[in-house]
């Protein structure tokens, strides 16, 4: 959703040659492209066998004909390769967060998937929603775990909505409550989501394996994670690059499930990339005018719907009696200086950017 991540493995040992893990921006053809760039530099002529999952995969491997896995399934061949003992996984992405449940096959001992359980269309408990809250709090995204990570008191907060969210923490912010409670209650909400919203009901048992960018990014939500479900140490797994497992999977699926693939040339990929990018992005390589076609054009445009407020302007020096009005918002700070007879004197509007106090004080 709003990732790329590519893993090449070699098929005969199993050694990790090479990885990345990268923002895509909402354009997730380029991404691929530059992936694929990456992989000429790396490996040159080396012969690739190449298969895609993800949610944004299907339309990709179709129209360039590699072999697609769904990410489901392309993550229980990872953590059946990886680990020999999973109850649980918790897989967090960018807008998707999955739960997949395991069981062990008495006749051949084998792991495999019994249930799963996934998100609706709402990126509440993900990342998108990890991300909003930093959006929130005014801090990096990159900053969010050492904040989280400073927190000690827990408050409540909705971990199904960005929205509901953002009115939960709004209140606390001009109420005074610190930016790093915040951010650790904003990790609690996601756990609190993912094991009652998403687990339907089903137990989460350990061993867990935690997986994602976000677990990997902001490991103090797997520590949150282990105590809301009360994990031993020993039930605690995290795989060496959460971030990249699906990808991992996807590379492990071409020997178990695609073993008549062919090998596939990266320039021609490129090439057949490239000349599809308009309709594989749904038309949007072609930009919208802009709005100005020069910065005179710009000025002209602001001078002409530029609204300054009428201020009065007392007729004679001296003392003057007035009054201040402030209303301070949930998320903007006004003031209105004004006389005895209503003249407006002054005025003031702000963002509170999560300090009203500060902002008054200023």
Known sequence: STTTKIVVMNPASGEILYSNYARHGARQVESVERC????????????????????????????????????????????RKKFRNVST??????????????????????????????????AGGTGAFLDEVASILRVPSNELNALASQGETVYDISGRCG?????????LLNQGVSKSNLALSAFHAVAKQTIGGLAQG??????????????????????????RLNLREEDILIPDHPETMVAYGAALSLNELFE?????????LSDSLAAARESLQGGEAE???AFFDSPQEQEEFEKRHSHKLDVWEPESEGTLRVYLGIDSGSTTTKFVLMDEEEHILDSFYASNAGEPLEVARR
């Open 260 to 268: 008549s693939a062919a090998p596939v040339s990266l320039q021609e």
């Open 36 to 79: 694929l760039k990456q992989l000429e530099e790396q490996f040159g002529e080396d012969e690739l066998y190449l298969a895609l999952t993800g949610s944004g995969s299907k339309t990709l491997a179709d129209r360039l004909g590699i072999p697609y896995v769904q990410e489901v399934v392309a993550n229980s061949i990872a953590i």
């Open 89 to 122: 996984a918790i897989e967090l992405g960018g807008q998707d967060a999955k739960v997949l449940f395991f069981k062990r096959d008495k006749a051949t001992g084998t792991l495999s998937v019994s249930d799963m359980r996934m998100n609706g269309s709402c």
């Open 202 to 227: 089903l137990t989460i048992r350990g061993p867990v394996i935690f997986e994602g960018g976000p677990m990997t990014f902001e490991p103090r939500l797997i520590q949150v994670f282990a105590e």
């Open 287 to 289: 930009s919208a005018p």
């Open 163 to 171: 929205v509901y969210a953002k009115t939960d923490i709004q209140p």
